[in-house]
T-cell receptor
Framework: NAGVTQTPKFQVLKTGQSMTLQCAQD?????MSWYRQDPGMGLRLIHYSVGAGITDQGEVPNGYNVSRSTTEDFPLRLLSAAPSQTSVYFC????????????FGPGTRLTVT | GQQVMQIPQYQHVQEGEDFTTYCNSSTTLSNIQWYKQRPGGHPVFLIQLVKSGEVKKQKRLTFQFGEAKKNSSLHITATQTTDVGTYFC??????????FGKGTSLLVTP
């Protein structure tokens, strides 16, 4: 199993540009989440999904959209990038059958200039 | 979401010394999970505690959940350079979306 994969690893955007961060998992986990990590702030939840077709907002959802058309994929869209969205983004998946242990992807480091 | 407070923010120890990080909440926690993140890496699950007063051990690591389920601790005995990283506690809200503390960064000097 590849686990949780994320692409790209690094990205530089200009203010106002849009892009999609990709996340995929091959463990058939029902739950998937997106977090952002900023220095001294820990990890903050952006959006999460409890299954295909079902998503909900986390602590910091503004400026981001998600969709979950399949169990495997959970892309995160930045609609109009802002410098405040410069961060490291982690995708994670979990399953009730695994005690909700979160499996994290390797992360995407995003810089918005 | 409710705040999970974690202290200290940083800890610098000599190899062989012990290390403890604490996680506190003003309200009762349904559970607590602990993660380790190596520099430049991603968080990796260590353990989950669910029961009041629960104590679990993994080699040199001891995890405790308070009797009132409002605090938790991670203790490392005789630190090694491989213990370097940031340790996070998190409550699993509804089981699948985590509310993280801000983490404790551990630096171990040989």
């Amino acid at each position: 199993n590849a686990g949780v994969t994320q692409t790209p690893k690094f990205q530089v955007l200009k203010t106002g540009q849009s892009m999609t961060l990709q996340c995929a998992q091959d463990m058939n986990h029902e739950y998937m989440s997106w977090y952002r990590q900023d220095p001294g702030m820990g990890l903050r939840l952006i959006h999460y999904s409890v299954g295909a077709g079902i998503t909900d907002q986390g602590e910091v959802p503004n400026g981001y959209n998600v969709s979950r058309s399949t169990t495997e994929d959970f892309p995160l869209r930045l609609l109009s990038a802002a410098p405040s969205q410069t961060s490291v983004y982690f995708c994670a998946s979990s399953s009730a059958g695994k005690g909700y242990e979160q499996y994290f992807g390797p992360g995407t480091r995003l810089t918005v200039t | 979401g409710q705040q999970v407070m974690q202290i200290p923010q940083y800890q610098h120890v000599q190899e062989g010394e012990d290390f403890t990080t604490y996680c506190n909440s003003s309200t009762t926690l349904s559970n607590i999970q602990w993660y380790k993140q190596r520099p430049g890496g991603h968080p990796v699950f260590l353990i989950q505690l669910v029961k009041s007063g629960e104590v679990k051990k993994q080699k040199r690591l001891t995890f405790q959940f308070g009797e009132a389920k409002k605090n938790s601790s991670l203790h490392i005995t005789a630190t090694q350079t491989t213990d370097v990283g940031t340790y996070f506690c998190a409550e699993a809200n509804s089981g699948y979306a985590l509310n993280f503390g801000k983490g404790t960064s551990l630096l171990v000097t040989p």
